[in-house]
């Protein structure tokens, strides 16, 4: 079963699109082991609102692959949730091949890359891993951070047509070419998720990311097509995760 499916299923199954973005603040190196016993805790908490968990270097620089993540990512399927590996992959083919493997072998049931590197000798290998092994990977369209606008929303030339377009208008029609298995479009960014859900349509599901500490509001972005919701500081740093979680599930709920 391909990664929409089953992030759809999952997502059916738990009634809840939201993604838990498992994001702590900077630890001491000599206690980084706290941020394992953190993210658990987190985790048993606020399961039953979520469909996914997000990991990103906040734990995998302390706590590495194998020895620490690798355990979470393995908790996280057995409370029924699906793993997504946010290391944004943006190197050369055979160093991203390299880079997916690793996530892959640890569980991940799917990555995001960052599509700026092209396909051949970019992006192609990761999707050949994910062929491989069944995995996912999800690409960055439009950031949910201010700077986005110098990269993901500058005026290019598209090479097919000659004409004057934005970066993220190409970007999604590569989504939807490559068969991307998810599409990142920033929750701070509403107008921007409509435009490029046209594009997409029910093709590649978009995922938001910005709800909460970067200002994205839950019901602006799925009325503007959104299909998963990433929450990070909101709910993984709150006094209670699982009211939090639930809170945001609730409304996601409310606004489909
Ligand atoms: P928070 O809800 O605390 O802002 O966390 C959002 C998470 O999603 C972070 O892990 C961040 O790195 C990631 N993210 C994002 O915020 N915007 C993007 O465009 C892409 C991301 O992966």
């Known amino acids: 079963m391909t990664f929409p499916s089953r992030l759809e299923q999952t997502a059916k199954r738990n009634k809840s699109n939201i993604i838990l973005a498992l994001d702590f603040p900077f630890e001491k190196v000599e206690q980084r082991q706290k941020l394992l016993f953190t993210a658990q805790k987190v985790l048993d908490a606020a399961h039953p609102f979520l469909c996914a968990v997000k990991i990103n270097h906040h734990l995998t620089l302390p706590l590495g692959l194998f020895d620490g993540v690798q355990g979470l990512v393995q908790k996280a399927h057995d409370l029924g949730l699906l793993a997504v590996m946010d290391c944004k992959v943006n190197d050369i083919g055979a160093t991203n091949q390299v880079i997916a493997e690793y996530y892959y072998s640890a569980?991940?049931?799917?990555?995001?890359?960052?599509?700026?590197?092209?396909?051949?000798?970019?992006?192609?290998?990761?999707?050949?891993?994910?062929?491989?092994?069944?995995?996912?990977?999800?690409?960055?369209?439009?950031m949910s951070h201010k700077g986005a606008l110098d990269g993901y929303g500058q005026t290019v030339v598209d090479a097919e047509t000659g004409e004057k377009t934005s970066q993220y208008i190409i970007f999604a029609k590569k989504a939807l070419q490559y068969k991307a298995d998810g599409a990142i479009v920033g929750a701070t960014y509403p107008e921007k998720i409509r435009e490029i859900r046209q594009i997409l349509e029910e093709k590649v599901p978009i995922i938001s990311p910005g709800i909460g500490a970067q200002g994205g509001e839950v019901e602006a972005a799925v009325k503007a097509g959104a299909k998963y919701l990433i929450v990070g500081r909101a709910v993984a740093q709150a006094t209670n995760p699982a009211t939090a979680a639930k809170e945001f599930r609730d409304r996601a709920d409310q606004a489909l």
């Open 107 to 142: 569980g991940f049931d799917a990555l995001i890359a960052n599509p700026f590197i092209g396909w051949e000798e970019g992006l192609k290998p990761i999707f050949d891993v994910a062929d491989k092994t069944q995995r996912g990977v999800i690409l960055l369209v439009y």
